[in-house]
């Protein structure tokens, strides 16, 4: 009896060794997928590089074939929802398309492998929650098992303005601390819905959805807003404390570009408002363009 007993427990020992060389077998070849960020110019839209805890959206192409899946940066590294594999059978310089974005909501549940999607941006930015959620950052690469890391190379692709106000109003009307029902300032006549396309790198003003866009408040004098590519003549309407407006329409279009900061000076004066205007890199001091409009 015994023997019997030593018998069986040989033969299972040999059975469990025999299924963790099967399981081991299961991995022989693969090779772990994994992943590194990098920013153009080192800024989010809110902060100057990813922070602990944020989700980047990613799809991967064929032979993978993952459809909107997550990367969340920990660590300074990015770690996969789910730990993917290149495909035995993937040729060891083929490549295969990787796809993402941040903020990872930003197509909700569409994926951006398939075709062009259409996105409106926040129309009121003014909480920081509705801006940073208009923002759009995106990596496209390909990839091949040869690389021991995919590095997803995060640009902009929507424009950025910034608004700094010089008051010089008799009024004093800026000089206080400001409520948030103290002034506002419009931008009127801007597209908000853009149609992306990130694997042909695309981002486009949809042609009828002209709307207002309500800046964030960055600082007391300074404002911000997310603005999808386009050239426009927008109209800067702004409303004082007394309810009394002044707008401002330049003489000439704007042109918005994707990764591209365009800043603008505000100067209130007395029954006047003017504008002075520098395109830029996101954070980038070295001036392209730079004209003043009357």
Same mark, same amino acid.
């Given at each position: 009896?015994?023997?019997?007993?030593?018998?069986?427990?040989?033969?299972?020992?040999?059975?469990?060794?025999? *299924?963790?060389?099967?399981?081991?077998?299961?991995?022989?070849?693969?090779?772990? $997928?994994?992943?590194?960020?990098?920013?153009?110019?080192? @800024?989010?839209?809110?902060?100057?590089?990813?922070?602990?805890?944020?989700?980047? /959206?990613?799809?991967?192409?064929?032979?993978?074939?993952?459809? *909107?899946?997550?990367?969340? =940066?920990?660590?300074?590294?990015?770690?996969?929802?789910?730990?993917?594999?290149?495909?035995?059978?993937?040729?060891?310089?083929?490549?295969?398309?990787?796809?993402?974005? =941040?903020?990872?909501?930003? #197509?909700?549940?569409?994926?951006?492998?398939?075709?062009?999607?259409?996105?409106? $941006?926040?129309?009121?930015?003014?909480?920081?929650?509705? =801006?940073? /959620?208009?923002?759009?950052?995106?990596?496209?690469? /390909?990839?091949?098992?040869?690389? %021991? &890391?995919?590095?997803?190379? #995060?640009?902009?692709?929507?424009?950025?303005?910034?608004?700094?106000?010089?008051?010089?109003? *008799?009024?004093?009307?800026?000089?206080?601390?400001?409520?948030?029902? #103290?002034?506002? $300032?419009?931008? #009127?006549?801007?597209?908000?819905?853009?149609?992306?396309?990130?694997?042909?790198?695309?981002?486009?003003?949809? %042609?009828?959805? %002209?709307?207002?866009?309500?800046?964030?408040?960055?600082?007391?004098?300074? =404002?911000?807003?997310?603005?999808?590519?386009? &050239?426009? @003549?927008?109209?800067?309407?702004?409303?004082?404390?007394?309810?009394?407006?002044?707008?401002?329409?330049?003489?000439?279009? $704007? &042109?918005?570009?994707? /990764?591209?900061?365009?800043?603008?000076?505000? &100067?209130?004066?007395?029954?006047?408002?003017?504008?002075?205007?520098?395109?830029?890199?996101? %954070?980038?001091?070295? @001036?392209?363009?730079?004209?003043?409009?009357?």
């Amino acid at each position: 009896m015994k023997k019997l007993l030593y018998v069986l427990a040989f033969a299972a020992a040999v059975v469990l060794a025999g *299924c963790q060389r099967e399981a081991e077998n299961a991995n022989t070849g693969l090779k772990e $997928i994994k992943f590194k960020a990098s920013l153009d110019f080192d @800024t989010k839209v809110t902060a100057s590089s990813f922070e602990e805890g944020d989700v980047i /959206g990613l799809s991967v192409g064929e032979p993978i074939n993952v459809s *909107c899946s997550k990367l969340t =940066y920990s660590g300074g590294a990015l770690t996969a929802e789910k730990t993917l594999y290149w495909p035995e059978s993937m040729p060891y310089l083929a490549e295969a398309l990787f796809m993402a974005w =941040y903020p990872h909501n930003f #197509f909700g549940d569409l994926d951006p492998m398939k075709s062009g999607i259409s996105h409106i $941006i926040e129309r009121d930015q003014y909480r920081e929650g509705k =801006y940073e /959620g208009s923002d759009l950052l995106a990596a496209v690469t /390909g990839a091949s098992p040869a690389k %021991e &890391t995919v590095d997803l190379e #995060f640009r902009h692709k929507f424009s950025r303005l910034k608004i700094k106000v010089v008051d010089q109003l *008799c009024a004093d009307s800026f000089r206080d601390i400001q409520a948030d029902s #103290f002034h506002s $300032i419009g931008l #009127f006549g801007l597209k908000l819905q853009a149609v992306v396309n990130l694997g042909e790198g695309t981002v486009q003003a949809y %042609e009828t959805s %002209e709307d207002v866009i309500y800046p964030m408040r960055a600082s007391e004098m300074n =404002y911000w807003a997310i603005v999808v590519p386009q &050239t426009a @003549t927008p109209e800067i309407v702004v409303t004082l404390n007394s309810g009394e407006t002044r707008t401002y329409v330049p003489s000439v279009p $704007i &042109t918005f570009t994707g /990764g591209k900061q365009l800043s603008a000076t505000l &100067t209130l004066a007395d029954k006047e408002i003017s504008f002075q205007w520098d395109i830029v890199d996101w %954070e980038d001091d070295d @001036t392209e363009i730079n004209f003043v409009q009357p």
